[in-house]
């Protein structure tokens, strides 16, 4: 078992493998970002004194978190092609990472929404009523007084958020994008040696998810200190 481990973890199978970690955590990261947007939309519509678009928000985020993220992936993949061609009539040739970062993004919106809107209940009222005091509209309050505030209660489960995406986005070698998961595959059907090609995978995962969990302890520490 030695030896075939130590005939897959060679130099240029680890480079190789770390070049799918370095796409799973740019995947990750952009997945975040974008779905921390989809969030603060979401988290705006639920909040909204607007039925419909409460009922859009709550429709989103039960829809995304009451069916498993593959199913998702895989509708988006089959279906916007069809969508597409319905419309232009033409076929389209996907980009399986985009494919992959749009299906990441908008399932970490729903969770993100809920986030981002629990951080923002927390609020004290005072403080919406401070923002009244100096003449804001709701939205200025909201972004130059709430949101700041709200975005450091939300930071460590955001966090695990973002450890959650680095796991997740495994699931995107699923439909041919090539990131670490899809690697170690690869590695594994060369020398006929699953095992091995995926220790070295498992490894790196963890290594990523101890490097965030490190550097949000970090970013912890420094936002209490800005209290």
């Keep these: 078992m030695y030896s075939a481990f130590s005939s897959v973890c060679t130099p240029e199978n680890l480079m190789y ?28 519509a639920k909040l909204s004194e607007n039925k419909v678009f409460r009922f ?26 069809l969508l597409y061609m319905a419309i232009t009539g033409n076929i ?3 980009n399986l990472y985009v494919v992959g970062l749009a299906a990441l993004s908008i399932n ?3 969770y993100t929404t809920e986030l981002i809107r629990s951080g923002i209940i927390g ?16 939205a200025q309050t909201m972004r130059m007084i709430i949101l700041p505030q709200a975005f450091k209660r939300i930071v460590p ?31 594994g059907g060369v020398y006929y040696d699953y095992l091995s090609s995926l220790t070295i995978a498992a490894g790196y995962y963890l290594a990523m998810t101890l490097c ?12 209490a200190e800005s209290d």
């Design 123 to 138: 609020i004290d009222k005072g403080q919406f009523e401070a923002g009244e005091t100096l003449g804001l509209t709701k």
């Design 56 to 81: 859009l928000g709550n429709l989103y985020v039960e829809i995304i978190r009451g069916t498993p993220f593959l199913v998702q992936l895989t509708y988006i993949y089959l279906a916007f092609p």
């Design 157 to 187: 489960p955001l966090v695990s958020e973002f450890i959650t995406l680095v796991k997740d986005s495994s699931l995107i070698s699923t439909i041919g994008a090539v990131e670490l998961m899809k690697s170690a595959m690869v590695l």
């Design 212 to 223: 965030i969990s490190f550097f949000a302890r970090k970013l912890e520490r420094k936002l």
């Design 17 to 44: 493998l770390l070049k799918g970690a370095v796409i799973s955590l740019v995947i990750a990261a952009l997945s975040l970002c974008i779905g921390t947007i989809f969030g603060i939309i979401g988290a705006s």
């Design 108 to 110: 970490s919106g729903a």
């Design 92 to 94: 389209i040739r996907q």
